[in-house]
């Protein structure tokens, strides 16, 4: 879903809309108390359905490449969220936004290099979450999933091999 799609987007109770002209500060607090929200869901929970639109705005590019490492490892989680829902039937079902997704996830698992790091919690979260669900399963039915079982090789020289 890009910025010019209309679609309702609706947010579970107590959480507030996320947009891109957030500052930084506003989108941090927005953000964990949507990841804290997705984090408590269950898939018995069949409200999650209606979110469908609201996954695919949180995997925009914009919050993707966001210029703030805090904002990309909540985006991140809440897309592990999302997927952990939603499985085994993930709403992001472009392949090219599938791999990206991935991509983008593996490049915040490189967190996990520096167990010192205040974030390392939140980004062990992130690999757990990943991990139970086993999420990357998806990408192995994308046409270059080669090239993606490749990227997680970097994180045995990083913080994987702490765990």
């Given at each position: 879903?890009?910025?010019?799609?209309?679609?309702?987007?609706?947010?579970?109770?107590?959480?507030?809309?996320?947009?891109?002209?957030?500052?930084?500060?506003?989108?941090?607090?927005?953000?964990?108390?949507?990841?804290?929200?997705?984090?408590?869901?269950?898939?018995?929970?069949?409200?999650?359905?209606?979110y469908i639109p609201l996954a695919m705005?949180?995997?925009?590019?914009?919050?993707?490449?966001?210029?703030?490492?805090?904002?990309?490892?909540?985006?991140?989680?809440?897309?592990?969220?999302?997927?952990?829902?939603?499985?085994?039937?993930?709403?992001?079902?472009?392949?090219?936004?599938?791999?990206?997704?991935?991509?983008?996830?593996?490049?915040?698992?490189?967190?996990?290099?520096?167990?010192?790091?205040?974030?390392?919690?939140?980004?062990?979260?992130?690999?757990?979450?990943?991990?139970?669900?086993?999420?990357?399963?998806?990408?192995?039915?994308?046409?270059?999933?080669?090239?993606?079982?490749?990227?997680?090789?970097?994180?045995?020289?990083?913080?994987?091999?702490?765990?």
């Amino acid at each position: 879903m890009g910025r010019g799609d209309n679609l309702t987007i609706l947010y579970p109770s107590g959480c507030r809309e996320i947009t891109e002209d957030l500052s930084p500060d506003e989108l941090i607090r927005r953000l964990k108390t949507l990841a804290h929200t997705l984090q408590s869901m269950g898939q018995d929970d069949e409200a999650y359905k209606e979110y469908i639109p609201l996954a695919m705005h949180i995997a925009d590019e914009f919050f993707l490449s966001y210029s703030s490492r805090d904002v990309q490892l909540l985006i991140a989680c809440c897309i592990a969220d999302v997927l952990r829902v939603y499985a085994p039937d993930a709403p992001y079902k472009d392949p090219q936004q599938v791999k990206n997704l991935f991509l983008f996830l593996i490049r915040q698992l490189g967190g996990l290099k520096d167990p010192k790091d205040p974030a390392f919690k939140r980004y062990f979260y992130l690999l757990e979450n990943l991990a139970y669900v086993k999420s990357f399963n998806m990408c192995f039915e994308l046409e270059d999933s080669q090239e993606m079982c490749r990227h997680p090789r970097a994180l045995h020289s990083g913080g994987a091999r702490h765990l």
